[in-house]
């Protein structure tokens, strides 16, 4: 907005503000657009400032010491000299009580802070060139307002109330136009940050399938040559070549999953899980863990990717566990009137609570590997695909004792078939 200097000619405007810094960054900014300034350092030097000169327009912060700015705008329209001087208070709009508050006090306009210049200008503009029309438009009106289980009776002038529920109004559209902006904005770099986890991880594969070629050449064509310390550390270059391997794949797989639209569907869930037991079975993982399967809900959701959550679910348990002279792993299930929900419990090693947050992180491990193998991203990839599905993933532990892991699904439109099996 350009400045308007002769326009504004005329026009004081007295500031109340606590922060000296913004103080005069707000005094220069309408100094500059051709408005008289007088500034204050709270509420209760602004007041004495108006009572000596009668401000055209009051600007004032919320959060003062001395007098605040509900209490200066309270003292100001108690003032039958000061009364029909607009009062603009300047707020975060974090609490919604807030405007009750400023209804009470008589206040003409919320502006938030930090404030657009642009907007700031126009709704001064907007409250100068109605002044008249406030003056002479002096209908008072009681409403009642319910808050927070509280009921609230505000008397006040229409065009006040008018005014100031606008500007409201307006700011909490703006806040929200600002978020859907932010939320774009991260969806866009999460993208990129996707495609660039799967580009990198994709050429990370030439340079380490040539490392393990050769290292393999090596150790079966030339292990006779070196002594025990050079098959000791081509042993660690074999064995870090096959964690490399492990963990690009793994990455592979989680930057697959945030590009991967879930197709749903309903399906047998217990018939899932038996399929993930008889492949953990094969590959000899369960051997020794005795798995108590419960009745299981059907799923709505993506099978595939489903199936994914489960087998490092069921997995983890098996790992965690298998150091116990009994290993035992429980899964079980559930459903509400909204959700179905799903449990595999263990009585592994489980993990210390202090540690959750980094629980269901990329690459986050609570166990040394030389302890207990793996990549940490198994649980990643389940909180991932979970929350793709709107659901919710969460655990409990104890060091020692166990693990218990959960995760919910909403339930979608159930189709008669899913209907008829749940009910025989």
């Known amino acids: ?12 405007i007295l500031i109340a503000e606590d922060s000296a810094t913004q103080r005069e960054q707000l005094a220069q900014l309408l100094r500059e657009h051709g408005y008289s300034v007088t500034a204050a350092a709270d509420g209760r030097e602004a007041l004495a400032a108006a009572r000596r000169r009668k401000p055209t327009l009051i600007v004032s912060d919320i959060v003062m010491p001395e007098l605040d700015g509900f209490g200066l705008c309270r003292a100001l329209k108690s003032d ?15 609490d919604v009580r807030d405007v009750i508050s400023g209804l009470e006090c008589g206040a003409d306009n919320f502006i938030r802070k930090p404030y657009e210049e642009k907007y700031l200008l126009s709704r001064i503009e ?48 703006h806040i929200n136009g600002e978020l859907e902006e932010a939320n774009t904005k991260l969806r866009e770099a999460n993208r990129d940050l996707e495609s660039f986890s799967y580009s990198v991880s994709h050429d990370l594969r030439a340079p380490l399938r040539a490392i393990d070629g050769y290292s393999s050449i090596l150790e079966k064509d030339h292990a006779a040559t070196l002594d025990d310390e050079g098959r000791r550390l081509l042993s660690v270059v074999r064995g870090s070549s096959l964690r490399m391997g492990r963990l690009i794949d793994d990455l592979l797989a989680f930057s697959r999953l945030g ?46 990717l489903l199936k994914q959550v489960w087998s490092n679910l069921v997995s983890n348990a098996v790992k965690y566990s298998g150091g116990r002279p009994a290993p035992r792993i429980e899964i079980s299930g559930g459903e509400s009137a ?15 609570m202090r540690y959750y947050d980094k629980l269901f992180g990329v690459f986050q491990r609570l166990h040394a590997e ?47 078939d899913a209907s008829r099996a749940r009910d025989s």
Do not use: C
């Open 1 to 12: 907005m350009k400045p308007q200097k002769n326009r504004n000619s005329g026009v004081e």
């Open 259 to 304: 590009r991967q639209t879930p197709v749903k569907k309903h399906f047998d869930t217990g018939a899932l899980v038996r399929e993930v037991l008889a492949e953990l079975r094969i590959a000899e993982e369960r051997a020794a863990a005795v798995v108590a399967l419960g009745e299981l809900p059907p799923s709505w959701g993506d099978r595939a």
């Open 80 to 94: 039958d000299g000061l009364k029909d001087v607009p009062v603009v208070l300047l707020t975060s709009l974090s």
């Open 370 to 416: 030389s302890e207990f193998p793996g990549t940490g991203v198994g649980l990643a990839i389940v909180q991932r695909v979970v929350t793709r599905h709107g659901g919710r993933a969460w655990a409990q532990g104890r060091p020692g004792e166990g693990a218990e892991f959960f995760f919910s699904l909403p339930k979608g439109e159930v189709d008669l």
């Open 126 to 173: 907007y409250l100068l060139m109605n002044l008249e029309l406030r003056k002479n438009q002096k209908m008072r009106m009681g409403i009642e307002i319910s808050l927070g289980g509280q009921r609230h009776f505000i008397t006040a002038e229409r065009q006040q109330i008018l005014d100031l529920l606008i500007s409201t109004y307006e700011q909490a559209t």
């Open 338 to 352: 909204d959700e179905t929900s799903y449990r595999v419990k263990d009585n592994g090693a489980g993990f210390d």
